[in-house]
């Protein structure tokens, strides 16, 4: 089924506006996000809103205090480190059956691939992208990236600045369509697509050899509902990706295409109802704070330059005499002799009082650390480790742990679980991915995680588990019979799960069970032989014996049984 060019594009251009529409309800709180804590973050087209051309753009001009850019940078950092590690694990593959979780076949599968798919984690630009988005995430509360197929890495991940991309829902209100524009030379186009894609003015502009005219490019990705489910052509998988050259000639567009899952990520920080974008996030929630704390620190700066070089007055004779200073003002005033006062004096005494001014920042800078939650990713840092014990740290670690809860779980739902999805698919796809064992053919897997802030909002488990224990312990030393409440093996799966062991060093229940019934038979084989070898020697004493001599034990025995 041949595809009406004419139709795409008035309908892809149409959508492009709404989208825009909508999205820029939310551009002016970006834009002052971007000016206030980051100005490298952000790419927002001419049209936007206003006509400035964003390269010429002029970034943190009134930026005069840095605490929330690096209060963003340590959250990057944090959740960076504690929820997508480059340096361990951070999920498993797991099945919904517990028991067929356990069958060491599809065990050992899941571990494997695994272990696959955070090799190409490791091999591609993942880590670097996850980096980007957790630092527009904190910023922006917006976040996008988008996972492409790739000859050499299997994938490769490219992330997007807020500004550049626009989102839809679906019924359901998650994300499934995504919208971008970007800028780029004639000479990325003609390469990407080729020169038969490309305009006329885009083609005489790589002939006269200017490839590095700028161009608008527009990418849309959104679910395919018109497509034809017998076609194997890529422009009819589910999921559809067709490229515009802005102003390009007429409807064709440079290239029609698509994906067999949603290739894309759109991670928020918290949203409300049926809005497109987050409403609350650290950028936002300290903006307030953010915009007073430049102004104090303006004033701070303006006081103590007056302190050091205050405004003079004198007399307007010295004016005549040549006198000169290297920096400050001077106001000359006729007769001002007459007053008593003679030379340079200050217009007005300046006694600032910086000290309070000093406190109002602290309490600004302290309060945008709460909202970027840097105290809690530096808290072990800058604890007073002298007057602490270890088991605090653990308490009030696990405390302000509870607080990301419900933005990991988000992010669980919106980036991590369909990064690998996708990661998983198109492995799978590629064929680098070992055959699962008949037992899980078709069948649907769960992903859990094991990262360090994941392990932390499971530590009240794992502390319930010790302290059951030690309390079954402490009671079984009164009442002999309370240890057989405890299961030992289930107490060590539950264990194991919610610390993240690997599973391959955690024995079934039937392998456990066995590997105790050998020992006890070993045991037993081990006490038999020690009786065994006991009644050899001492009948081998016997038998040594003298029974000739009368005075022996044996002999008077002998004779009194005779």
Not at 277 to 293: C, E, H, R
Not at 379 to 386: P, S
């Amino acid at each position: 089924m041949a595809i009406d060019e004419k139709k795409l594009k008035d309908r892809v251009f149409n959508r492009r506006r709404v989208l825009r529409d909508e999205r820029d309800h939310y551009a002016t709180d970006w834009r002052e996000l971007s000016d206030f804590v980051m100005g490298s973050r952000g790419r927002f087209l001419p049209g936007d809103g206003d006509n400035q051309d964003e390269a010429t753009h002029r970034r943190n001009e009134r930026l005069y205090n840095e605490v929330a850019k690096m209060s963003a940078n340590i959250l990057s950092a944090g959740m960076m480190a504690g929820i997508t590690s480059p340096a361990r694990p951070w999920f498993k593959l797991t099945h919904p059956d517990p028991e067929l979780e356990e069958y060491a076949p599809v065990k050992l599968w899941l571990d494997d691939v695994q272990r696959v798919i955070l090799q190409i984690f490791a091999r591609s630009n993942f880590y670097n992208t996850m980096q980007n988005i957790y630092l527009e995430l904190g910023i922006f509360g917006t976040a996008c990236m988008c996972a492409y197929e790739n000859f050499d890495n299997v994938l490769r991940y490219e992330p997007y600045t807020i500004g550049s991309f626009t989102l839809a829902l679906d019924g359901e209100r998650n994300v499934d369509t995504m919208y971008r524009e970007y800028r780029t030379t004639v000479g990325s186009v003609v390469k990407r697509f080729g020169t038969d894609a490309v305009s006329r003015t885009v083609k005489n502009l790589w002939d006269r050899g200017d490839y590095d005219s700028k161009l608008n490019v527009i990418h849309a990705i959104e679910p395919n509902v018109d497509r034809d489910y017998g076609s194997p052509l890529a422009r009819n998988m589910p999921y559809r990706s067709v490229y515009y050259e802005e102003g390009g000639d007429g409807y064709k567009p440079l290239l029609i295409s698509g994906f067999q899952e949603k290739p894309f990520m759109a991670p928020r920080w918290s949203v409300i109802a049926e809005d497109v974008y987050a409403t609350s996030y650290p950028g936002i929630d300290s903006l307030a704070s953010n915009k007073s704390l430049q102004i104090e620190e303006l004033d701070k700066a303006i006081a103590i330059e007056k302190m050091h070089n205050p405004p003079l007055v004198g007399d307007s004779s010295l004016k005549q005499a040549g006198a000169e200073l290297i920096a400050g003002g001077i106001t000359y005033i006729p007769n001002m002799a007459a007053t008593g006062k003679a030379g340079l004096s200050p217009v007005y005494d300046v006694n600032p009082r910086i000290m309070e001014l000093v406190q109002s920042i602290q309490e600004k800078e302290e309060r945008i650390r709460r909202f970027f939650y840097a105290d809690l990713f530096l808290m072990v840092t800058e604890l007073d480790r002298a007057q602490i014990t270890a088991t605090e740290i653990a308490e009030r670690k696990e405390e302000k742990m509870l607080m990301l809860g419900p933005v990991l779980e988000r992010l669980n739902n919106e980036l991590l679980d369909p990064v690998i999805d996708r990661t998983f698919a198109v492995a799978q796809r590629a064929g680098i991915l070992p055959p699962p064992p008949p037992e899980l053919e078709d069948a649907d897997l769960r992903v859990e995680y094991v990262s360090v802030l994941a392990q932390a909002q499971r530590a009240v488990s794992t502390a319930s588990v010790e302290a059951t224990i030690a309390f079954a312990g402490n009671m079984s030393q009164i009442w002999p019979e309370a240890r057989h409440k405890i299961d030992p093996y289930q107490a060590i799966d539950d264990y194991a799960r919610a610390k993240g062991a690997s599973p391959k060093i955690i024995r079934t229940d039937d392998e456990a069970q066995e590997a105790a019934a050998a020992e006890q038979q070993m045991m037993q084989m081990q006490q038999a032989a020690a009786m065994g070898a006991g009644a050899a020697e001492s009948a081998r004493t016997l038998s040594e014996t003298d029974t000739g001599n009368p005075d022996s034990a044996l002999a008077m025995l002998s004779g009194a049984v005779a």
